[in-house]
């Protein structure tokens, strides 16, 4: 497992670097997807699942961590292409470090490309990484009062996937009134309330992922 | 229920302010207990639970947040004095926002005053507030791998709460394996595992915080 030391860009603006990376991903045809969520809220778990799901897609994963490789570790055991990046005790990732992490994955013919970002869920939320697309979890034992608490996460995320609703029977989630509160804060947001254990609403996320890679990779 | 916004501070040195605060708390006979957690471990749930089981000591809250006054609201609902610190963005408390936000506390006879830190595994971690006593929450459907993940916040911790242990059943996680990883980043972490649901574990912590309460108090 490739392991790699990133630390803060140097650059005066992250938006720029972040553009170029974008246009660089585009290029190569490739989507990269942040996936931003608090500590634990499942993001591995739902990385693997889409993996064993999609044997058809290549894929590639970028696991940002401020210490440990428990995560790559687990996605190469799928036979996915996974990098480690160690985040010198930052707590999100910014453009630079994402190209940093890129370069080291050396995707080869991986086309979609999934950077797990930091487990916060705020501070990844103020950078933007250079991803095309930006999906953020937020678990059920979490609660359904964060939109509330945390809204820019929920703002600047195209899709916010609701995670390990099996719970949902032994937890206070009231799943209407947390997609109720999300779509207010991004009405374009898309939801998907799933569980990576039972399998319950992947389908429709995975269909929404494809969509939006054939979309990325379409000629303009 | 009162609003206070706070700004990052702009004095030089973090650490002196802390001493300050925590020189001024100890004078006036009061112990500040900064508790810390991701978003949606349950430090509000636990906090409220605190309230209710020891009504003899007279109890104030900061609760810090990005925004909203949700938990602020909670806390007053059980009759505890309460103050709501917004921090403009920021992903963690310093200690001169935790002094500005005491002085807006007007704490009046509490001798028991916890700071709700923001729900972050990782800033909060950075930054010695002033608190005499420092508690971390982390949550059964978190994970049991999160000290290998985020380390500092166990090493600066003097007391590691293990909350939800009611949902045990439901997740995978291996409470000796947990304790183990944070003895080993913290060998003197006390460790509490709770359900503030059904008060389980609820005792030996409550009774831990009323000892140390005492210790602050005598005269050395």
Redesign the interface.
Known sequence: MKLIKLNASVTASNDRDADELRAKMKADGRLLVNVMS???SGKTTLLSRIIRDLPQVRIGVMEA????E?DADRIEALGAKAIQAHTS?M?HMDAGMTAAAYEALEPGDAELIFLEN??????PA?YDTGAGLKLMIL?????D??P?????MFQESDALVIS?I??LP??DFDLEKCKERARKLNPSIQIFPISAKTGEGMEALEAWILEALNNWKAPE
Chains 1, 2 share one sequence.
């Open positions: 608090s500590a634990g961590d401020i210490e440990s428990v005790g707590c930091v487990g916060n869920l705020i501070c103020e678990s059920v034992p979490e609660g009062d964060k509330l608490k945390y809204p820019l390990k099996d719970a032994y937890f």
